[in-house]
């Protein structure tokens, strides 16, 4: 196994596209459908990455990836944005919150793995973000 996975997504097609492409390359995933689910799953259980929607329900997806990264554990863990944001600004916003990298949606299923492991591979060096 190549590492676990913290998935919080709300839409279940997505989440069940993205969970059969890191399951089938060696990952294991679990998955929260709202931001403070996805916080108390990462609290109790430290993941290795987290992949992070950001327009989801109660809780938007730049509050939880602030509130991930004033939890110890997870100050270095690779937040990845996976999102249908992208305008103007939407990419620096989810860095500014936090988040290591930023995929746009829809995601291309033949390269998502890699993109998402390219990403966890520069995440926290020198501050650079990708």
């Not at 916080?39 to 809780?59: F, G, K, N």
């Not at 919150?97 to 995929?103: A, E, I, K, T, V």
């Amino acid at each position: 196994m190549k590492g676990d996975i913290l998935l919080i997504e709300d839409n279940e097609q997505n989440r069940y596209l993205l969970t059969f492409l890191l399951s089938r390359n060696g990952y294991q995933v679990r998955s929260a459908v709202d931001g403070p689910r996805g916080i108390e799953l990462a609290r109790s259980s430290p993941p290795d990455m987290v992949l992070l929607d950001i327009q989801l329900p109660t809780m938007d997806g730049y509050a939880v990836a602030r509130a991930l990264r004033e939890i110890d554990a997870l100050r270095s863990t690779p937040i990845i944005a996976v999102t249908s944001y992208a305008m103007a600004g939407d990419r620096e916003k989810a860095l500014a919150s936090g988040c290591d990298g930023y995929l746009e949606k829809p995601i291309n299923p033949d390269t998502f793995v890699m993109d998402v492991e390219r990403i966890s591979r520069g995440a926290g060096r020198d501050g650079e973000r990708a």
